[in-house]
């Protein structure tokens, strides 16, 4: 069992390195296609909430977008309500590129989850949605505790 946590974390790692393969075809970095993923659902997210979304430094952030922004993907926008902040989108050119990460990514689950029966599946997702819950739970009491 102490090894689940470690097979996981190894699992998620090779897909996101066969992912990271396909985009480079397509001139996207790991960190340039987490941010358009990022901004495609949730569009308008101010610089600071997307870095702590992606679990990245603000300035390391700003890199990437200058990056994403100097290629015409990413627009930043004014924040009318603080004239400090920036609110981030996706733009028009960046769609299609969006569009065919999606079809990459589509590609690889494919690939990766041949010969397993969509219940496997659906149980799989159903006990990592428990760990993530049982995780959290341990970490709201540890608030709490210390509060």
């Given amino acids: 069992m102490e ?6 974390g190894e699992t998620a790692h090779a897909l996101r390195r066969a992912f990271d393969r396909r985009a480079a075809a397509l001139g996207v970095t790991r960190a340039q296609w987490k941010v358009l993923f990022r901004l495609t ?4 997210l101010r610089q600071v909430e997307l870095a702590d979304m992606l679990d990245v ?3 390391t952030l700003s890199r990437i977008v200058d990056r994403l922004e100097d ?7 004014a924040d ?9 989108q996706v733009t028009e050119k960046a769609k299609p590129l969006v569009t065919r990460l ?9 690939e990766a989850f041949e010969g397993i029966d969509r219940e496997e599946i659906e149980r799989a997702r159903e006990v990592l949605a428990r760990v993530r819950e049982n995780v959290a739970a341990v970490q709201r009491g540890k608030r709490a505790a210390e509060a």
């Fill in 3 to 8: 090894d689940l946590p470690f097979e996981i």
């Fill in 41 to 44: 659902r949730t569009p308008g």
């Fill in 57 to 59: 430094e603000p300035i």
């Fill in 71 to 77: 290629a015409g993907h990413v627009e930043r926008v």
């Fill in 80 to 88: 009318p309500a603080d004239r400090r902040a920036w609110r981030l």
């Fill in 102 to 110: 999606r079809a990459l990514g589509s590609e690889l689950v494919e």
